[in-house]
């Protein structure tokens, strides 16, 4: 910086000589000195200033701005995002499709042990084995008196037991609060639910994940706290679920069968409403699973998804509707039935010999093999493995249980023209129930893909068409003469117009090879055959049953009159009238009701999904 | 003028403090009183859950079975059948008692009363 000097020597000398006084020059430069000192000073105060208000403007802006948000906006409950959390149980209620409980939780206590600060331990011990008559005394004064700091008594147990503990009155003894699930129908679909368990345990809390069935497969969905606690709406009906139990358990019990599955599905929207599979257990007190041996012992296995059988002659019909949609035949066409037919070096006999032709009605209401390899043999290896991959029996089905991937069809990996002949009458693929009344119900529904869901009122893409609508109709058509004059007579049901097919198939061996007198028997029904709502699966495990005849195995002895029993049952449950000949008189109202609906009546539903 | 305007300034600082210290108190009783309520909630909820599992464990199919096989001699209930439900258009319901300003219209009229 140049500084002026205040008395610049040139212009004092200059002064001087004119006389002048030079402190005026002095004067004169303090002066302009002062004066650039002072602007300097001024436009720093300035510059303070505008900050200053600058941040006071800013400041009272955002208070302002902050103020008119919350008076323009509505008013919310501070807090009630870390709370709302405790409020709301912490697994959903699973219901059946009229909202009744199936599944839910109920507050429970576990007790723990705190042996250091015990008084009694040996008192304690005492008394807790006499409130629990499971826990050894002598084990509890071991553990009590040890070196142990932290135990665990019991998981969950009931008020009274707590009371009892309480009425010890020893300090070392805790409570810990416990979320415990509850299947309130005992039995009842235990196999679609599955069950529970605790997972990560803490004093205070513990997790309660699924063990198997729907639980497990929606274990996210139940405990993800933002569905708020909306149960999980499942497509069973609770009252069709327990009287089909109490039907096929009853027909089991007169088939003397080892065990018993049914299903009943919608067709429309392929929501199941009953599926049953015999025998089962309370998933209350969940069995432990076999460890050894075959599984399908064990109370555990779900027949309708996991077992895989060879389902018999109730296949017959898939090659049947396949050449009516080639348009290979029609209902009428001869098919040669010439007993027994050779293919390669085996050969294939029918029941009982049907004579050296069968129209392709009778091939399905006799049910001849030999006359269904024939129509198989006309549509070709490659288009009959094409279609049965379309019907869903090359896969798991999509079902929303963790169970279906174990469902997988046993299909051959090579196809040989005796495997292509004797699939066609459903001997060398086995499949689950469910599948078959997946792929009975998609030609039932005029040929679209019905692909069966336990979820009630989900909204799903239309199924693919697979099969011509006529020669849909027509299958519907040959199977109910099945029921008319064929195979299932004892299937009829006065008014329902069952349409089915029985099938009857050997059980394989372990070992190879099949067994002589262990059958599979089913019935794979639709009904009202004029316009098929509810498809209907039976299977009997090894059922046999002594007529007047002998000892019968056949489905058409077996399966076939439990399935008319059930559907007799649950046809009218399901809200299904009976197609009648008799003319009801229709009366014309004598008075308009005056029904005004109130402001307050619409009923209120929680949206599932 | 001026000290008026400063009296009148102080006054309405502490007038606003004391508006923002109530304000202050009332907020947190309120939520005391939210936090109360949210507990009564979930007190309530779980009362719920009780009674909706207690209802379901009575009302369980196998349990109504058994009562109604109890009790048949008085109820005689046996399991619904095919053709118990018909239309309402079938059924031939006994014409109302007229309103009585309307009885006395119709009794002018007697093509009315043989409909």
Request: proline letters at 8%; hydrophobic letters at 40%; charged letters at 20%.
């Amino acid at each position: 910086m140049i500084r002026i000097p205040l008395r610049p020597l040139a212009r004092i000398l200059r002064a001087r000589e004119r006389g002048e006084n030079p402190d005026a020059i002095e004067a004169e430069n303090r002066r302009l000195r002062h004066e650039a000192i002072q602007d300097k000073a001024r436009r720093r105060a300035e510059g303070r200033l505008a900050l200053m208000a600058s941040l006071f403007v800013l400041g009272f802006g955002v208070v302002g701005v902050r103020m008119g948000a919350l008076a323009s906006s509505d008013p919310i409950e501070p807090q009630s995002e870390v709370m709302s959390a405790q409020i709301v149980s912490q697994r959903a209620d699973i219901t059946d499709r009229h909202g009744r409980v199936l599944a839910t939780n109920l507050l429970t206590h576990s007790l723990y042990a705190h042996p250091h600060q015990m008084v009694d331990p040996v008192g304690a011990a005492r008394g807790l084995a006499r409130i629990f008559p499971d826990l050894d005394g002598d084990k509890l004064l071991r553990d009590f008196t040890g070196s142990r700091k932290f135990m665990w008594i019991k998981r969950k147990m009931s008020p009274e037991q707590m009371q009892a503990v309480h009425d010890l009155g020893e300090p070392g003894l805790l409570f810990g609060p416990r979320e415990m699930r509850v299947y309130p129908n005992g039995h009842i679909a235990s196999h679609i639910l599955g069950g529970s368990g605790f997972g990560n345990e803490g004093v205070d809390s513990a997790e309660v994940l699924g063990v198997a069935g729907v639980e497990k497969a929606f274990d996210g969905w139940l405990r993800d706290p933002a569905n708020e606690g909306a149960p999980l709406q499942l497509s069973i009906d609770l009252a069709v679920q327990a009287a089909m139990e109490q039907v096929l358990a009853s027909g089991m019990e007169v088939m003397s069968a080892k065990g018993a599955t049914g299903i009943l599905m919608e067709i429309g929207s392929g929501e199941i409403l009953a599926m049953a599979s015999l025998p089962d257990f309370d998933p209350n007190d969940r069995p432990r699973p076999l460890l050894k041996g075959d599984p399908s012992d064990s109370p555990l296995f779900n027949r309708a998804v996991q077992g895989q059988y060879e389902l018999g002659s109730t296949f017959k019909i898939f090659p049947v509707a396949q050449a009516l949609d080639l348009a290979i035949i029609n209902p009428n066409s001869g098919i040669n039935t010439t007993s027994p037919m050779r293919i390669g070096k085996y050969r294939i006999n029918d029941f009982s010999n049907y004579g050296p032709q069968l129209s392709a009605t009778d091939v399905i209401v006799k049910s001849s093999n030999v006359g269904t390899v024939r129509i198989a043999q006309m549509i070709g290896v490659e288009r009959q493995k094409a279609f049965l991959q379309k019907l869903g029996f090359f896969d798991p089905l999509p079902i929303e249980m963790v169970e279906a991937p174990t469902g997988k069809p046993l299909v051959p990996t090579r196809w040989p023209a005796v495997t292509a002949a004797t699939v066609s009458f459903g001997h060398g693929l086995a499949a689950s129930p469910l599948h078959l009344a997946a792929a009975y119900a998609t030609v039932a529904n005029g040929g679209r893909k019905v692909t069966p869901t336990l979820i009630h009122g989900r909204t799903r893409p239309e199924g693919e068409q697979i099969l011509s609508e006529r020669a849909a109709a027509r299958a519907v058509d040959m199977l109910r003469q099945v029921v008319t004059r064929g195979t299932a007579k004892q299937a009829e049901v006065e008014g329902y117009e069952v349409a089915g097919k029985t099938g009857t198939a050997d059980k394989p061996r372990p070992s190879g090879g099949y067994y002589d007198n262990k059958v599979v028997s089913t019935f794979a029904s639709v009904f009202p055959a004029s316009a098929p709502k509810y498809v209907m699966i039976v299977t009997l495990d090894e059922p046999s049953v002594t007529g007047p005849g002998g000892e019968s195995r056949t489905a058409g002895a077996t399966a076939a009159p439990v399935a008319s029993a059930i559907i007799r049952r649950l046809a009218p449950l399901v809200g299904l009238e009976p197609v009648t000949d008799e003319k009801l008189p229709v009366i014309a109202p004598r008075f308009a009701p005056r029904v005004e609906p109130q402001p307050g009546d619409a009923l209120k539903v929680s949206a599932n999904q | 003028m001026r000290p008026l305007t400063y009296l009148a300034c102080a006054l309405l600082v502490m007038g606003l403090a004391f508006w923002a210290y109530r304000e202050n108190y009332r907020t947190q009783a309120a939520l005391g009183e939210m936090s109360q309520v949210q507990r009564e909630i979930a007190q309530l909820r779980e009362d719920l859950g009780v009674l909706r599992a207690e209802w379901a464990y009575l009302n369980r199919p196998d349990r109504l079975r058994e009562l109604v096989d109890l009790n048949f001699d008085r109820l005689q209930l046996i399991p619904r059948e095919a053709g118990q439900v018909m239309d309402l258009g079938h059924i031939d319901y006994p014409r109302p008692p007229a309103p009585p300003e309307a009885q006395a219209e119709s009794s002018d009229n007697p093509a009315a009363l043989q409909e």
